[in-house]
């Protein structure tokens, strides 16, 4: 099996300081952040931003503070979101990629999202996969229902895509798909096969979800975006216990991890 890249959502737009004192929320925090989980053996770390307040934002001014601490001191791959927080605007959401970073986020497709919708209608999805042309940013495609697989197919005919992708499974948002095997293998099964693939689980999933990655030899995603619990009940103090854990297991079950360097070579960037 190809070395396993682990990617950490370092902060998420919905998760707060109420429910976890260790989420980092000012870019020299989140860039912090970045600098532990990079030790700790993750390549990828996906970034929201916070604004002043802690509310979610995709301020541009935000993410290039964040990424250029990022980018001098550690060589991790930077994937910016475009999904920010349910209700923004579409000109809010895909401003970071225009900073150029290495991935983006791209969800192909709307979703329940707990009591709201995560709204991506087509042609807007469309507009962001362009955008991540012109500026040559590898989207990830994020993938919370069988159906969003197909619409990525569609943008890959359009040559809004390019071969071969890479997609992150976002199990077990209430709304969504749910977290077990059966729909992992699922979807496995509607890629095509040059594609490079990611879990991500979200809760109490995230565990279960990330080491059947790492069994079925694809690539792992964890942090406080999807989860803040170590255990049931207790708190990750940080996103890095969670990267640690995973290096274990995944060195246990005989993966070893790809640096940053490796995983630009596995996903083609
Ligand atoms: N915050 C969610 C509504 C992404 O980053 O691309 C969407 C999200 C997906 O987080
Ligand atoms: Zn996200």
Redesign the pocket.
């Known amino acids: 099996m190809e070395k396993l890249i682990i990617t950490v959502?370092l902060v998420?737009?919905?998760v707060t300081r109420q429910q976890t004192p260790y989420l980092p929320l000012s870019p020299r925090e989140i860039a912090d952040e970045a600098k532990k989980v990079h030790k700790a053996g993750a390549s990828i770390v996906?970034l929201?931003m916070r604004d002043k307040f802690g509310n979610?934002s995709q301020d541009k001014a935000l993410f290039a503070e964040a990424i250029s601490y990022i980018q001098t001191e550690t060589d991790l791959i930077i994937q910016v979101?475009?999904?920010?927080?349910?209700g923004m605007s579409a000109e809010d959401r895909v401003q970071p990629v225009t900073l150029a970073p290495e991935m983006?986020?791209?969800?192909t497709g709307s979703v329940n999202?707990g009591d709201?919708v995560?709204s991506n209608p087509s042609p807007m999805v469309r507009e962001f996969a362009r955008t991540c042309l012109i500026h040559h940013v590898k989207p990830?495609v994020?993938v919370f229902e069988a159906g969003m697989i197909q619409n990525a197919l569609t943008l890959a005919k359009q040559g809004l895509l390019q071969h071969p992708l890479h997609f992150n499974f976002?199990l077990g948002v209430p709304g969504g798909l749910p977290a077990t095997a059966k729909n992992l293998l699922f979807l496995l099964d509607l890629i095509p096969s040059s594609s490079t693939w990611t879990v991500s689980g979200i809760g109490r999933h995230q565990l279960s979800m990330n080491t059947l990655g790492i069994l079925l030899g694809g690539h792992v995603r964890t942090g406080f975006?999807d989860n803040i619990y170590y255990s049931k009940g207790v708190l990750s103090e940080g996103n890095t216990p969670l990267v640690t854990r995973l290096v274990h297991l995944a060195e246990t079950l005989d993966r070893s991890i790809a640096t940053p360097l490796e995983a630009r070579k596995i996903l083609g960037i």
């Open positions: 959502a998420g737009a919905e996906h929201h979610p979101s475009t999904g920010g927080a349910v983006a986020s791209l969800s999202f709201e995560f990830e994020e976002v975006e």
